[in-house]
């Protein structure tokens, strides 16, 4: 007689009740995952979650009610999960997760978050209600073992501990990840209340044009003002609002605002100059951004040429043909681009001469030398070069030294910004700085 061997394997490698990868195949793509990793220096996690269902009390409740109790879980579980994460069964009422390639450890804790929530309601099963808590494990490539067996054997002892206090929470094996972790679910739970909250404050930065000393734009920057923490600078919250789906609605906030914000300066009669809002990558590929672009400028009444977008160097060459067709399309707005944190990724030239833009900004941690470190001496020089031929502007960002300004303006950079200039500072105090930048004399 002649065996299919697909079905074979598939039985092997399959639940029969959930559908889901069993423990030896979960194994296999753990290996795999953990072979990449190595290759390209990447994080995983793996979360056990023991749902503590399957017990001598719950035995009496027959075959039917806990197999509905187990499928239930399983789609649940499933639900709160993303298609490129790995949901297994293990055996009886554990089951298991790869988080394949996450940016910080400490990100698998909102995952852990929304495995609990699933949770919330009970589940029906012959006309009875279950209510579940679940305990999760977790532990993390490389911070807690860097083979299969160490990384289950870890997150099983932390799920021990997770059981013991109770259940109905997860726990990390290593300490330190584990209170950043805390932290940052902290954070994430206030920022979703921030916007509501009016916690989220834009301060503004100038930017001077070394020709004659005008203001050519302000580069809005975000600040969180936190009741109980103080000022929360951009680089520890706008990771997490990434992370979290929030940054749209952020992100919506500070272009709503930027653009009030210029429009009101405008009407009181100010110079009228560009106002630059930090696009984050997750923004930028969002498939509604134009629209939310066009309503902001709609809803404010600011001319779209006053509206520019600083869009890191880093994501608009990520994916050059789809970011080309997206800064196509934010051009046909009438809004100006510009090129942010240049010369620290991989620029292709020939990509750059066909984007719309009409500014480049200048890496800090080059100016940040000049004109002292000859490399970043050479390497500026060559943006600054770079960029002229190719008939844009350059912006030198991150300018703090009057030494600085001299050499950039020996060197023809056209605009410069920094604490040289002005401190970021917020709506209501940017507008004495105005004053005193247009009567200050640069050199
Ligand atoms: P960025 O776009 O590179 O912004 C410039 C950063 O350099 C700002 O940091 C600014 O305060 C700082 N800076 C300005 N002048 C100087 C100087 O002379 N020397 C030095 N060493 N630093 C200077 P900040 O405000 O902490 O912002 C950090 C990053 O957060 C920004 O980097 C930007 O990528 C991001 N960010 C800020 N606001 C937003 C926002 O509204 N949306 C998004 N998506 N990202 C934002
Ligand atoms: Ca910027």
């Known amino acids: 007689m002649q065996f299919d061997s697909k079905p074979l394997s598939k039985l ?5 009740l959930t559908l889901l990868p069993n423990r030896i195949l979960f194994n ?27 017990k001598e009390s719950h035995v009496a409740l027959g075959k039917e009610v806990l197999d509905k109790v187990i499928k239930d879980t399983s789609q649940r579980l499933t639900a709160s999960l993303r298609t490129e994460d790995i949901l297994a069964r293990l055996e009886g009422d554990q089951f298991i997760v790869l988080l394949n390639d996450i940016a910080k450890a400490k990100f698998a804790s909102s995952v852990a978050e929304k495995l609990l929530h699933a949770f919330a309601d009970p589940i029906k099963a012959d006309s009875q209600e279950f209510f579940i808590k679940p305990s999760i494990g977790i532990s993390v490539y490389p911070n807690d073992g860097h083979s299969l067996e160490d990384l289950l054997k870890n997150a099983d002892a932390a799920l021990f501990k997770a059981k013991q206090a109770g259940g ?4 990390f094996y290593g300490k330190e990840i584990e209170s950043e972790a805390r932290e940052y679910i902290q954070l994430e739970t206030s920022l979703r209340k921030a916007i509501k909250n009016n916690e989220l404050a834009l301060y503004y930065q100038p930017k001077t044009h070394l020709k004659n000393g005008n203001i050519t734009g302000v580069e809005a920057l975000m600040r969180w003002e936190h009741p109980e923490l103080g000022i929360i600078q951009p680089g520890k919250f706008i990771p997490i ?8 609605e952020i992100g919506e906030w500070a272009l709503r605002t930027a653009c009030r914000d ?15 809002v930090n696009i984050s990558a997750k923004q930028f590929y969002h498939p509604e951004i134009t629209q939310v672009i066009e309503k902001v400028l709609k809803e404010t009444g600011l001319n779209p040429q006053y509206l520019e977008l600083e869009l890191p160097e880093s994501t608009v060459m990520d994916n050059i043909e789809s970011a080309t067709n997206i800064l196509r399309e934010l051009k046909s707005t009438g809004i100006q681009l510009s090129i942010d944190h240049f010369g620290i990724g991989n620029t292709s030239i020939s990509h750059l001469k066909q984007f719309p ?6 890496d800090k941690s080059f100016i940040k030398g000049v004109p002292n470190n000859p490399d970043d001496v050479a390497i500026t020089n060559a943006l600054i070069g770079l960029v002229h031929n190719l008939g844009l502007e350059a912006v030198a960002e991150g300018v703090e030294t009057g030494e600085q300004v001299q050499y950039l303006v020996s060197q023809h950079c056209d605009i410069v910004q920094g604490y040289f200039l002005s401190l970021p500072l917020p709506a209501d105090k940017i507008v004495l700085q105005f004053k005193k930048l247009m009567d200050k004399v640069l050199i």
């Open 12 to 16: 092997a490698h399959y639940d029969d």
């Open 28 to 54: 296999e793509i753990l290996n795999k995952g953990i072979s990449q990793a190595k290759r390209h220096n990447k994080i995983l996690a793996i979360l056990v979650i023991d749902i503590d269902f399957l």
């Open 168 to 171: 109905n929470i997860y726990q």
């Open 241 to 248: 609002a990434e992370d979290s789906g929030m940054i749209m």
């Open 262 to 276: 210029n429009k009101h300066w405008q009407d009181e009669g100010y110079e009228h100059f560009t106002v630059a």
């Open 357 to 362: 833009v009409s500014t480049v900004k200048i």
